[in-house]
Structure formats: structure tokens, C-alpha cells
């Protein structure tokens, strides 16, 4: 039972309650429909979703970077158990980056996807550290599979090395 909770039922609903949030850069309408497909996967296999363009907005200027961030990070960041990040793209966004790297602090898992190029023919611009803190799924059906270990409660394993 849940502290302070008369209804002994309640934790059923705490184990199987899983929030995942979506990474990746926001400012092109391909941008933004790679992270809405990857809301929509997460959502298919029952997965809750933060997208923070969705569910904040965006900054139209540097006078909304505190409330943005607040938003992104502090409340964003609220029951998270995994990080899905959107890698496509020359280089990973700024923002990006720094979300992974919180979440890794955080021990939060992460996953990326990078249907563009391989992450071994992208390596110059993902960095070793990316490529060695979590698996990176080459599609969309790829991502699934990870998907389903990890809320199978199995551990997500690199895939794109032999």
C-alpha cells in the first residue's frame, strides 16, 4: 500500500505506470514528426509520453528560456523511467544532449533512434559518448523490439554493433 493511501490496489497502477520522455531538436516539421512518430509508438505498446513541444510549446524568445526549462527539465523529468532521443540529423541538438546527459546522471536508461545514416557512418557527429551510453535503434521497427524488452522489464541492449 501507498503511504497515506486507503486503496490497497493503488501500487498495481504505480508498477505498471511508465512515462517515457521524447528527445530531440523541434524547430523543422520533420523534426517535429520523427518525435510525434516515436509519441506514437510509445503510445501504441501503452507507454505515456512527455514531448516537449507538445506538452510546454516553444521558446519564442530568450525571455522564455526559465520557464522553458522549468517546464522541460523540472516538471518534464517528473517519473520518467526512459529517454527516447531522436538522433537523425548532422548533428544532435544542444538540447538533446543535455537531456541525455541528465537523464544518464539521473540513471534513467535512454534509447535513441537514427534512421539517416548508421550510427558507425555517423560517428563523428554522435560522439563516442552517445554511441556507448545506449542502444541506438536503425528504425522504427527496431525501436519497437526495444521498446517491448524494456517494459518486458529486460535491459535494453545495444543492437548496431555486431
Known amino acids: 500500500m501507498i503511504k497515506g493511501d486507503s486503496n490497497p490496489y493503488n501500487f ?3 508498477a505498471y505506470f511508465m512515462k517515457v520522455y521524447i528527445a530531440g531538436k523541434i524547430w523543422t516539421d520533420e523534426e517535429r514528426e520523427i518525435l510525434e512518430k516515436i509519441d506514437a509508438l510509445c503510445k501504441k505498446l501503452g507507454l505515456e509520453t512527455f514531448l516537449p513541444h507538445r506538452d510546454v510549446g516553444f521558446a519564442k524568445s530568450i525571455n522564455d528560456a526559465e520557464k522553458i526549462f522549468k517546464a522541460d527539465i523540472t516538471e518534464g523529468f517528473k517519473d520518467i523511467k526512459l529517454v527516447i532521443a531522436s538522433l537523425n540529423g548532422l548533428h544532435v541538438g544542444a538540447g538533446t544532449a543535455w537531456e541525455l546527459g541528465y537523464a544518464y546522471a539521473l540513471g534513467i536508461p535512454a534509447a535513441g533512434i537514427k534512421t539517416d545514416e548508421s550510427p558507425e557512418e555517423g560517428f563523428e557527429y554522435l560522439s563516442s559518448i552517445l554511441i556507448a551510453s545506449m542502444p541506438i535503434a536503425r ?13 518486458d522489464k529486460k535491459l535494453l541492449q545495444k543492437t548496431h554493433t555486431s
Not at 139 to 151: I, P, T
Open 12 to 14: 498495481l497502477i504505480l
Open 139 to 151: 528504425s522504427f521497427r527496431e525501436l519497437e523490439k526495444m521498446l517491448k524488452r524494456f517494459k
